[in-house]
């Protein structure tokens, strides 16, 4: 061996875990248009309602009929459920920084403090 060269570098690895909860509804803008079909549905449902007695007073042979209609309720239970915990996000980072390979220990600091 003629000659032998030692390089020095430094290297540094940080590593943070975290999580984030957050608690509510899982969609609350869902939940709100929800709320909001449901409730021009019922107006549109009393509309055609107002219009069929209507039109049950204008025939005269609909007066001795029961013509009326029953509505059944959606079971709309498993849509509007409100789970405690709507979402856990990972925050979890790694960052690594190293410097370049030097000759000189001493540069391989400087360039350590300078950019870390």
């Known amino acids: 061996m003629i000659s032998s060269q030692t390089y020095y570098w430094y290297e540094n690895t940080n590593t943070g875990y975290a999580s984030m909860k957050i ?13 909001q079909y449901q409730a021009e549905r019922k107006a549109a449902k009393e509309k055609k ?51 370049n390979k030097n000759v000189s220990a001493a540069n391989s600091y400087k360039e350590y403090e300078r950019d870390a």
Do not use: C, I, M, Q
């Open 23 to 35: 608690y509510g509804d899982k969609d609350s803008y869902s939940s709100f248009k929800n709320d």
């Open 49 to 99: 309602k107002g219009k069929e007695e209507e039109a049950k007073s204008d025939n005269p042979f609909l007066k001795n009929v029961d013509a009326s209609v029953e509505e059944v309720e959606e079971n709309t239970d498993n849509l509007n459920t409100s789970r405690p915990l709507a979402y856990v996000v990972s925050l979890d980072e790694s960052y690594t920084h190293s410097t």
